[in-house]
């Protein structure tokens, strides 16, 4: 024991946090005997249990060491501890758990290669350049997870056998691979192919070569990642981009790149702290940066920012430094809407014969996990797709969610189950409305009720009954007998970002959003309410306008502006002589006018998202839409110049009507403004009459805390703007989604969070 200091104390530290299932138990070991600690280290409720027996200096550095040398993807909320009797410990050991509830957070999401593995991917023998190396510390966890506890025979790594060697480093408690599930090394573990022309290269220079080569002349290759297939060309060549646009059957959407290192990164992107931060972290997710340095025009396609990612998988590395490319196109390996490809039997069969080579390597993907994507507003990280990296790591929550299945909502789905406070959200599904999405949907939500061992007791789901996430959640409700219950989808919303920041009081809640369907049968998405988790009051909205066509002026926004202009000019809008106008088939245009006038097909609805639709079309910007949520987004792209007045807006009591803001946008379409400051205005006209409504509601209803969500959240401007406006007004507490996606990604939390308070107050 301690020699230095003859003062022997002892210590029960608790660690609370996400610290199960990422080698923290052999982490502490091995700390303790650095610091000639006695003891034992054990699981506990709400973290790891440690016993630690010492001198005081050296208990004190061991402690000081825990928060500072912890493994990576841990996650410590707090580190607390007490003074108890010494007792006689002989060691330090590791204690066996015996709660198996206990075992439930124990999948950690998947980790992008360590340091110490990229130094051993030089310096061991056995691993030299091995493309799969990975450690306690890093490396595959839930996408190759069958099932649980977690052990090697129940991850796709079940078919390898380890070497003598591997095996010693995995039963090793001093060594880093101790117990590392996927350990594996050149002469034992997985390895790539390239199929090329109808042949097989499992030579991994001869690989690489080859790559170069085919990347230098512009081909498109299938690279299998850690949760799917990307697809990779050159993202400096033009016509690789085009072909690629051809394969995915997609138009505009621009493309994630990855680049060699952070060093050129810098060079194309603007890149402040924050974001640097977290395209290094190891969640390794998209991040979209301000471009500065163009790359193949039709990476971004007028965009201003760049999806970026560093490599996060050891054959990335290798990857670069065998290649010429610096910056590659790394998108998801999936053709339109369809989930990203996991099997090399699905990637030969839908892309043997679109692209110019597949790269794959021998172990399997159980769970598909995309590519993560977030960025960075006002310092603050925003997650706009939660998955790779972050799934499954439980959201801490106050209430009680177990047993709950929250089914989320239709468009970019992600759903939830609740055990004990903790909510898990599922990876990114995507648009159930694409078939094999929704059957990925299905099978996701199997999967994750068998490895958390969920007894379902309760569903929610949204309250539109054509959502496919509805009809599922209904068909298991009257199979199995369980009680569901309806959310309203702004609602959820509102509870999803509540429950990020746990408030569970009275607030107003702010959702600006694309569509959702309201109590009142119209669609809604720009709503003010006075809610809690059990009810919500409408208080305000923006004014209604007929959408013609219905699901129609999704892909074509140049309806709804003309539904604006309808009703604000009358049939005269038409001599206004808007260029946008010019674009429309004018027998097309009649219809529309006609089903406004009968109100045939042309919903009400109240959505910010289509608002933005409209003045994007009327500004010529987005006149069709080729994927979602492209008109409010080019809208923000334009934007120059911050500082512009708003344009004048009206509020009648619950209604706050943009129809003089409509009539100024016009006019200044008209006499030749430039888009970028008509833009600018509008986004502030927007922030004003949002911010002044709500400071409003305050006032009129003595309520100090305002929670903000909804898809338009994720535009930078609105949301970075509108929160400066609250820092200033200290009498208002202003929250915004962060962690948990603004779009309906983020809904199931919410859903999750108002069934539990629903069944806590009986109101079920
Ligand atoms: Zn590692
Ligand atoms: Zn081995
Ligand atoms: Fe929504």
Redesign the pocket.
């Known amino acids: 024991m301690d020699t230095k200091n003859d003062h022997i104390i002892c210590k029960l530290i608790k660690v609370s946090g996400l610290v199960q299932g990422v080698g923290f138990r052999p982490f502490i070991y091995r700390l303790a005997i650095e610091h000639q600690v006695y003891g034992w280290v054990n699981n506990g409720n709400d973290g790891v249990l440690i016993k630690a027996q010492a001198g005081a200096e050296s208990l004190n550095s061991f402690i000081q060491d825990i928060k500072k040398k912890a493994p990576l993807a841990s996650d410590i909320w707090s580190i607390t501890h007490d003074e108890v009797q010494p007792e006689n410990f002989g060691n330090f050991s590791i204690r066996k758990s015996n709660n198996q509830s206990n075992e439930i957070t124990e999948i950690s999401p998947d980790i992008a290669?360590?340091h110490?593995?990229l130094s051993d991917l030089r310096n061991q023998p056995h691993r030299k350049n091995y493309p799969l190396i990975?450690?306690t510390?890093?490396?595959p966890r839930f996408s190759i997870i069958h099932d649980l506890p977690y052990d090697r025979h129940k991850t796709t790594m079940k078919d390898f056998q380890m070497c003598e060697t591997c095996h010693q480093e995995y039963v090793n408690v001093l060594d880093r691979r101790f117990h590392a599930q996927p350990v594996a090394c050149n002469n034992c573990g997985p390895s790539y192919q390239m199929l090329l022309n109808g042949q097989i290269i499992n030579n991994l220079d001869e690989i690489f070569h080859t790559l170069d080569k085919l990347l230098k002349h512009g081909k498109i290759i299938a690279i299998k990642g850690t949760g799917g297939y990307h697809l990779v060309c050159d993202a400096i060549n033009q016509q690789a981009i085009s072909k690629l646009r051809e394969i995915k059957m997609r138009d505009a959407k621009s493309f994630a790149v990855m680049f060699k290192n952070e060093e050129l990164l810098s060079s194309y992107t603007e890149l402040n702290k924050n974001e640097k931060a977290e395209i290094n972290s190891w969640k390794r997710p998209i991040v979209l940066l301000k471009s500065k340095k163009v790359l193949a025009a039709g990476v971004s396609n007028g965009f201003n920012t760049l999806g970026c990612m560093l490599p996060s998988m050891p054959f990335h590395y290798l990857l670069f430094e065998n290649i010429r490319q610096e910056v590659l196109v790394f998108t998801s390996g999936n053709i339109s809407d369809e989930p990203i490809i996991i099997s090399d039997a699905e990637a030969l069969e839908k892309l043997e014969n679109k692209v110019d080579a597949i790269v794959s390597y021998n172990r399997e993907i159980f769970n598909r996990n995309d590519d993560s994507v977030a960025f960075v507003a006002n310092n603050i990280v925003r997650v706009m797709r939660r998955s790779r990296g972050f799934v499954p790591s439980p959201i801490r929550v106050a209430a009680d969610v177990e047993g709950i299945f929250a089914a989320g909502a239709e468009l970019t789905n992600s759903f939830c189950i609740g055990r004990g406070k903790q909510a898990i959200l599922s990876q990114h599904i995507g648009d159930l409305k694409n078939w094999g999405t929704f059957l990925f949907y299905k099978e996701s939500f199997e999967r994750f009720s068998r490895m958390f061992q969920f007894q379902n007791r309760l569903i929610v789901a949204d309250q539109h009954p054509d959502y496919l996430s509805t009809q599922f959640a209904n068909e298991l409700a009257l199979k199995s007998s369980i009680p569901i219950i309806y959310v309203q989808h702004h609602h959820a919303h509102i509870a999803s970002c509540m429950a990020e920041h746990h408030l569970d009081e009275k607030v107003i809640g702010v959702a600006m959003d694309g569509t959702g369907l309201g109590t009142d049968g119209n669609i809604w998405g720009a709503e003010f309410f006075l809610c809690d988790y059990v009810d919500f009051e409408r208080v305000a909205h923006f004014e209604y306008y007929p959408l013609p066509g219905g699901d129609k002026v999704i892909k074509e926004p140049w309806r709804t502006a003309v539904a604006y202009l309808y009703k604000i000019y009358g049939a005269e809008f038409n001599k206004l002589n808007l260029p946008f106008l010019q674009k429309i088939n004018k027998q097309e245009l009649q219809l529309v006018i006609k089903s406004i006038d009968k109100g045939f097909n042309a919903p009400l609805s109240c959505s910010a998202g289509r608002l933005f639709d409209a003045v994007a079309a009327m500004l010529g910007i987005s006149v069709f839409s080729g994927f979602h949520a492209e008109a409010p987004m080019r809208l923000e792209n334009v934007i120059e110049n911050n500082f512009v007045e708003p344009y004048p807006f009206s509020v009648d009591n619950e209604v706050i009507s943009f129809e003089t803001c409509i009539k100024e946008i016009v006019s200044d379409v008209l006499a030749k403004v430039p888009i970028s400051n008509i833009s600018a205005r509008f986004h502030n006209t927007i922030i004003t009459a949002i911010f002044e409504k709500t400071i409003q509601i305050s006032q009129k209803y003595g309520i100090s805390k305002v929670v903000f969500s909804g898809g338009s959240f994720q535009n930078r401007y609105l949301l970075e703007h509108l929160e400066h406006r609250f820092e200033k007004k200290h009498d208002v507490a202003a929250y915004f989604p962060a962690r948990v996606p603004a779009n309906d990604g983020g809904i199931a939390l919410g859903q999750l969070l108002i069934a539990s308070k629903r069944r806590e107050m009986n109101f079920i």
Do not use: I, L, Q
């Open positions: 290669v360590c110490e593995c990975n450690c510390n890093c490396g």
